[in-house]
């Protein structure tokens, strides 16, 4: 199993920055993409950025020049820094990765994983 451990959300005032870190661990073989969603209070979840093992990243127009994904392969970590934070930024943000873990017997399979979220609140 490949669990996923998210971090760094809490309350900022609007114009801060807050950094968010998820790092996997398990039996992992390879992670091909990794991005960040969020879900605010009676809206759908929406994608804020993926970031794939070769570097090409993404990003929703809300969020672009303010938020920038990063990824640490040899951690395993993927990061979304966010800076100039708006109120319409509130809401819970999952971690989401798609790879291939290994399994008994010593193959391997694709999955996809997804962090219990965490979540960031911007007010004053």
């Known amino acids: 199993q490949v669990q996923l451990v998210e971090s760094g959300g809490g309350l900022v005032q609007p114009g801060r920055s807050l950094r968010l870190s998820c790092a996997a661990s398990?039996?992992?073989?390879?992670?091909?993409?990794m991005g960040w969603y969020r879900q605010a209070p009676g809206k759908q979840r929406e994608l804020v950025a993926s970031?794939?093992?070769?570097?090409?990243?993404n990003y929703a127009d809300s969020v672009k020049g303010r938020f920038t994904i990063s990824r640490d392969n040899a951690e395993n970590t993927v990061y979304l820094q966010m800076n100039s934070l708006k109120p319409e930024d509130t809401a819970v943000y999952y971690c989401?990765?798609?790879?291939?873990?290994?399994?008994?017997?010593?193959?391997?399979?694709?999955?996809?994983?997804w962090g219990e979220g965490t979540l960031v609140t911007v007010s004053s």
């Open positions: 398990g039996s992992i073989f390879t992670i091909y993409t």
């Open positions: 970031i794939t093992s070769g570097g090409s990243t």
């Open positions: 989401n990765v798609h790879g291939s873990d290994l399994v008994a017997g010593g193959t391997s399979r694709n999955f996809e994983g």
